[in-house]
């Protein structure tokens, strides 16, 4: 179970920190994953962290403004933005899945992989 907060309206240059709490993984090995979609575009992975290992990834258009961390103590995933621009505005979700093609890296941005998936957070930075 995935639960995605933290979104808001916030003006360019601002800041934002989301929140994905999750629960019920039994496994050690699973990464939790940010995407994001606007109308008629395909969602896109922005950034994910291996919870076994803290291994991050991050898309280029985020690196550098965003980062992702997970505080395993409270089963919770942050992914704290920066320099938010007015290009971010979308609905942002939260997803994680256990398979190795994800929690290695090299599958990590790919929607299709990912099983589990929170409800969206809507985030809107103004010009």
């Known amino acids: 179970q995935l639960q995605a907060s933290g979104g808001g309206l916030v003006q360019a240059g601002g800041s934002l920190r989301l929140s994905c709490a999750h629960s019920?993984?039994?496994?050690?090995?699973?990464?939790i994953a940010w995407f994001r979609q606007v109308p008629g575009k395909e969602r896109e992975g922005i950034a994910c962290?291996?919870?076994?290992?803290?291994?991050?990834f991050y898309s280029d258009h985020v690196k550098g403004r965003f980062t992702i961390s997970s505080d395993n103590a409270k089963n919770t995933v942050y992914l704290q933005m920066n320099n938010l621009k007015p290009e971010d505005t979308a609905v942002y979700y939260c997803?994680?899945?256990?398979?190795?093609?994800?929690?290695?890296?090299?599958?990590?941005?790919?929607?299709?992989?990912?099983?589990?998936w929170g409800l969206g957070t809507q985030v809107t930075v103004s010009s």
């Open positions: 997803a994680a899945d256990s398979s190795y093609v994800v929690y290695s890296g090299h599958g990590w941005t790919e929607h299709f992989q990912y099983d589990y």
């Open positions: 019920g993984f039994t496994v050690d090995d699973y990464a």
């Open positions: 962290v291996s919870v076994s290992d803290g291994r991050r």
